[in-house]
């Protein structure tokens, strides 16, 4: 074997590895018992610290520079981008830092539930201040004298950084403002849905839309957590939700959302599984599968009049008399506290106030002893609403417990690129209307699995999402989308 294949047959068991990591915290999260909460720290540890012993070994570096690049295809040039990159930053962190960050972030996950169940920061914040000052630490041996916001973001969304990412902020935060007032002095003002939605009526159409959009169930499955998420890749991808028996809507549109998470990963070109071209490429990226699935397509006229008849199918009534009521209460605009909750034009409102907060904290301008009167303080400011208790404030979000700095903003990087996705899909699908209204995203999803998600890990992001639009991407097209759907919706 060449240097090449040695290290792709090594990587391929690095792979393995870290996929057996993320069934264990899928298991953490759905099914664990609760008292084995430090047992299960600690198994992540030891298992961290042998996928940090394999991504430095010096193996990987030797086959790296033996490796006759000309000779590779464009595949095998893109493995060697991923490994590379893996490489030098696993290099800089020590091993006692990995298997620490994975004790510590596996114990904080149950601490935050508990705290957030019981409206308890105080219970939470000891905990998060060892997450915070870990992830200080690794931010600072990864950039080696440069930003340590942009090296912890890096992991995430490789290329961007957080000077970049506030420019196209803060070029995005007067429109959305603007948007708001308006519709907000509209005097129109949607009713919510109302009545008693059964979890096993929610279940049943979650895994029924589900399928619509593409979900394998072959190589899928669908559960509850208190934060909804997606883990696995290839033939394994499992995703969850979360059912209230008073809002069907939090349970369906976050089943959409994270199908389009589980779809990215299952339509990945089959001989790209375990290896660094076998996930998505980035979390915009795969924010941009969330989004589209769960707004541009799930949130649209068309198929919110298919979803109407199903509601009153299944629980009789959803307390709208018709379509176009119920295509205003999915999309009712209004001040909320929680961001998964929130509407297409608050969302973005939501993370810019995460990405302030968090790079304060990196950056040690903001102590987490004073997270909370920081967040309070921010969130009246911009939604004009006082926090009345943790769990609709600092602690409903399950990513800082988790030592998760930097991946907020993907998150409207992904609206972002799902805004201009959808720009040309509507060129390419030009029947898309007519499919949503049966109840049928396939031929949207498959577009989508053609010109993103095949490709993986093939191409950077930016590069990933111009190839399927055709043109560089920027937040223009989502803007005017939102500007024509809620203008239309509130006759502005």
């Not at 400011?381 to 030592?403: E, I, K, M, T, Y």
């Not at 509507?426 to 490709?455: F, I, N, Y």
Request: proline share 4%; aromatic share 8%; hydrophobic share 40%.
């Amino acid at each position: 074997m060449g240097a090449f294949d040695d290290l792709m047959a090594f990587q391929r068991e690095t792979e393995a590895l870290a996929q057996v990591m993320g069934r264990l915290g899928w298991d953490q999260e759905t099914v664990m018992p609760k008292g084995a909460a430090q047992q299960r720290a600690d198994e992540m540890g030891a298992l961290e610290s042998v996928l940090h012993a394999r991504r430095t070994d010096p193996r990987v570096g030797e086959w790296l520079a033996a490796v006759d690049e000309a000779a590779l295809d464009p595949a095998g040039r893109a493995q060697l981008r991923h490994i590379r990159r893996s490489y030098a930053r696993a290099t800089k962190l020590p091993d006692r830092l990995s298997a620490e960050i994975a004790r510590v972030t596996s114990r904080a996950q149950g601490i935050w539930a508990e705290a957030r169940a019981g409206d308890d920061v105080a219970h939470f914040l000891p905990i998060l201040t060892e997450v915070v000052r870990l992830k200080r630490e690794e931010a600072s041996a990864l950039a080696e004298g440069g930003s340590l916001y942009d090296a912890l973001l890096d992991d995430y969304e490789p290329g961007a950084t957080a000077a970049g990412l506030a420019a196209m902020f803060d070029r995005m935060r007067p429109r959305l403002v603007a948007l708001r007032e308006r519709i907000m002095g509209s005097g129109r003002a949607p009713a919510a849905l109302s009545g008693h939605f059964p979890t096993e009526g929610q279940m049943a159409l979650a895994r029924e839309v589900a399928g619509h959009f593409g979900y394998d169930w072959r190589h899928g499955r669908l559960d509850r957590s208190v934060h909804p998420f997606t883990s696995g890749s290839g033939t394994d991808v499992r995703i969850t939700t979360r059912v209230d028996e008073a809002e069907p809507l939090g349970c369906l549109y976050s089943t959409l959302h994270e199908v389009g998470h589980g779809a990215y990963e299952q339509g990945i070109e089959p001989s790209y599984r375990l290896t660094p071209l076998g996930a998505g490429v980035s979390m915009g990226v795969h924010e941009s599968q969330s989004r589209i699935y769960e707004n541009q397509l799930g949130r649209s006229r068309a198929f919110c009049g298919w979803l109407h008849g199903r509601m009153t199918g299944i629980f009789g009534s959803s307390g709208a008399p018709d379509p176009d009521a119920f295509y205003a209460a999915v999309n009712r605009v209004h001040s909320g506290f929680i961001r998964t909750e929130a509407d297409e034009v608050h969302y973005n409102l939501h993370i810019m106030l995460r990405f302030d907060l968090e790079r304060d904290l990196i950056a040690g301008r903001l102590e987490v002893a004073d997270l909370e009167e920081a967040w309070n303080a921010r969130f009246l400011a911009d939604f004009g609403l006082a926090v009345d208790r943790p769990s609709n404030g600092v602690l409903q979000d399950v990513h800082w417990s988790v030592g998760l700095f930097g991946y907020f903003p993907t998150y409207t990087l992904g609206n972002v690129y799902a805004g201009c996705l959808h720009t040309a899909l509507r060129a390419a699908v030009p029947a898309l209307d007519d499919d949503l209204a049966r109840g049928h995203a396939e031929p949207a999803t498959a577009w989508l699995a053609v010109q993103v998600q095949r490709h993986g890990g093939l191409y950077l992001p930016a590069e990933m999402i111009e190839r399927a639009c055709g043109f560089a991407p920027h937040e223009g097209p989502l803007m005017d989308y939102l500007d024509a759907k809620f203008g239309a919706l509130y006759d502005l």
